[in-house]
């Protein structure tokens, strides 16, 4: 089993950066891929970015030349780094990691608040 918490967020303003922090533990051999989802008022939970166990990566549109995935040599921690923050990128941010074991459902964090606001 894998358990993720997540750490970093807060009250910004427009135009400001911030980074959020997913520490892993548990099997994290067994992980095929961390992702940063998150959650707008209102709004379905959306895939973020993603990194995957050969450090392939992927973004949404939408934060694609702003937000930059990363994990360390460990694979304990992913970070999210996300630049040029715009009020659209409000939300609860989550941390989910998917499983290389078959029928294993993917595990989830808490979720950290993500203000962008003047």
């Keep these: 089993q894998v358990q993720l918490v997540e750490s970093g967020g807060g009250l910004v303003q427009p135009g400001g950066s911030l980074r959020l922090s997913c520490a892993v533990a548990g099997s994290i051999a067994s992980i095929l891929a961390v992702g940063w989802y998150r959650q707008p008022p209102g709004k379905e939970r959306e895939l973020v ?3 995957r166990s050969d450090y392939s990566t992927k973004y949404a549109d939408s ?3 702003r937000f930059f ?3 360390n040599n460990a694979r304990d921690t992913v970070n999210l780094q996300m630049n040029s923050l715009k009020p659209d990128d409000t939300a609860v941010y989550y941390c989910k990691a998917d499983s290389s074991v078959r029928f294993r459902p993917p595990a989830w964090g808490q979720g950290t608040q993500v203000t962008v606001s003047s």
Excluded: F, L, P
């Design 63 to 65: 934060v694609k030349g």
């Design 49 to 51: 970015a993603e990194i």
């Design 69 to 71: 995935i990363s994990t």
